[in-house]
């Protein structure tokens, strides 16, 4: 069964600083791996997703994240934040059997300091 | 287009009763998917409907039931309700079994008191 961690329940950047949201899943094959993001009050928006191919997937808002099936990470990055990236973000897998649900992470709140 | 919509918004309800919560997918999504955010639990997955049938369901008790319609909206049912089943109850929808990611609803935010 697949599963996924997120390492940090909160992170904090200053504006203009890199964002790094780290994310581990646990899958016998790779799996489809996303992020989405949760802004207060809100349901979950997609920010972007791998399934093949190039492993470097560029999202929404600037971000983008590199599959590295080595080390079964997915990890999340902006180079410059914005006050308006603060927000939680979750990181999801969704594997190939299993009746296809997806997984959620426990999500990463991002706080931006100005 | 129109996006996924759910209602009510908001639902209170007595420990006890039952609630019911809407989902309307995206058009063209016949996928259905319903998720428990609970207050530092995370996204748990409740249940997964597609053409109409249960496809997938998460680690609930069978009081939490539901149903998709022939137009591919979705109802959530929450029998017998308990304190701890205050949360955010989230309806996405989406393509090919989730693999294209989903689109999420807003929510219902649920307290039982």
């Keep these: 069964?697949?599963?996924?961690?997120?390492?940090?329940?909160?992170?904090?950047?200053?504006?203009?600083?890199?964002?790094?949201l780290r994310c581990n899943y646990s899958s016998s094959v790779p799996p489809y791996l996303f992020w989405y993001v949760q802004y207060?009050?809100?349901g979950l928006q997609l920010l972007l997703k791998y399934t093949t191919g190039a492993t470097l997937v560029k999202g929404i808002n600037g971000f983008e994240a590199e599959f590295k099936k080595s080390e079964t990470s997915f990890h999340l990055t902006k180079p410059s934040a914005h006050m308006s990236d603060a927000a939680e973000y979750f990181c999801a897998v969704r594997g190939h059997t299993g009746?296809?649900?997806?997984?959620?992470?426990?999500?990463?709140?991002?706080?931006?300091?100005a | 287009e129109a996006g996924v919509t759910q209602s009510p918004t908001h639902l209170i309800k007595t420990r006890g009763q039952q609630a019911t919560l809407r989902c309307s997918p995206i058009s063209g999504h016949t996928s259905v998917y319903w998720y428990q955010q609970a207050l530092g639990l995370?996204?748990?997955?409740?249940?997964?409907?597609?053409?109409?049938?249960?496809?997938?369901?998460?680690?609930?008790?069978?009081?939490?039931?539901?149903?998709?319609f022939p137009n591919y909206s979705s109802e959530l049912n929450v029998n017998a309700l308990e304190l701890e089943d205050s949360a955010l109850y989230l309806c996405a929808s989406g393509l090919q079994g989730g693999s294209y990611g989903y689109t999420f609803g807003s929510g219902t935010r649920l307290t039982v008191v």
């Design chain 1, 99 to 113: 009746g296809f649900k997806t997984i959620f992470g426990a999500g990463t709140r991002l706080f931006v300091k």
């Design chain 2, 42 to 68: 995370g996204l748990q997955f409740l249940l997964w409907y597609d053409e109409g049938e249960e496809r997938n369901r998460g680690n609930f008790p069978p009081r939490f039931s539901g149903r998709q």
């Design chain 1, 40 to 42: 207060p009050n809100q």
């Design chain 1, 1 to 20: 069964a697949q599963s996924v961690t997120q390492l940090g329940s909160h992170v904090s950047v200053s504006e203009g600083a890199l964002v790094l």
